[in-house]
């Protein structure tokens, strides 16, 4: 049981806006900053959005973070076949012996 | 470029020990600390171990502490993972990444390919 909760799974069709959520608490989430990662099929995670919605060099303008309170979302624009992946959102834990937390990742189906 | 590449992974048997490793380049490594992160067939990822950038400071997840040893040799340019008394559900893809840290955050970046380790007999 992930600490950051994340719908499973989300869908949509090419150029569709969808919206990934991440949902964690005042240790985490709600006092620092959340990175999204986003794991294509059989390769390792790779960093999409750090900071709450900084993107890294060549990542798209497609994607977009936010942070609100104790929740984040990741949100993807103009859809494309090649966002079909998995994407896990984390941020750092205040609590005792716990770091970086993760959520339990969504996989993005594009129909 | 920066790139992290992980070795040593394979089948093991459970209670037995194997050891992994990360080598770094195209950074500073001395400068980072670094992680291990691993991934169950089918799961979600979980941060294993932590090492601070003078390898001084080591921090690890409950799930693997007093089995698990992080270390790293800064000359080398590379981190390692010692891993004792197996079980079948350390079973995972485990990735090192480099910690990025900055005044507003910190992120994982990049993170290697992954080696798989079986815990099976």
């Given amino acids: ?111 | 470029q920066v790139q992290l590449v992980e070795s040593g992974g394979g089948v093991v048997q459970p209670g037995r020990s194997l050891s992994l490793s990360c080598a770094a380049s195209g950074f500073s490594f001395s400068n980072y600390a670094m992680y291990w992160v691993r991934q169950a067939p089918g799961k979600g990822l979980e941060w294993v171990a932590i090492i601070s950038y003078d390898g001084s400071d080591k921090y690890y997840a409950d799930s693997v502490r007093g089995r698990f040893t992080i270390s790293r040799d800064n000359s080398k340019n590379t981190l390692y993972m010692q891993m004792n008394s197996l079980r079948r559900e350390d079973t995972a893809v485990y990735y090192c990444a480099r910690e990025v840290v900055t005044a507003m955050g910190s992120w994982l970046d990049p993170w290697g390919q992954g080696t798989l380790v079986t815990v099976s007999s």
């Fill in chain 1, 1 to 111: 049981q992930s600490v950051l909760t994340q719908p499973p799974s989300a869908s949509g069709t090419p150029g569709q806006r969808v919206t990934i959520s991440c949902s964690g608490s005042s240790s985490n989430i709600g006092s620092n900053t959340v990175n999204w990662y986003q794991q294509l099929p059989g390769t390792a995670p790779k960093l999409l959005i750090h900071r709450n919605n900084q993107r890294p060099s060549g990542v798209p303008d497609r994607f977009s973070g936010s942070k609100s309170g104790t929740s984040a979302s990741l949100a993807i624009s103009g859809l494309q076949s090649e966002d079909e992946a998995d994407y896990y959102c984390a941020a750092w834990d205040d609590s005792l012996n716990a770091h970086v937390v993760f959520g339990g990742g969504t996989k993005l189906t594009v129909l």
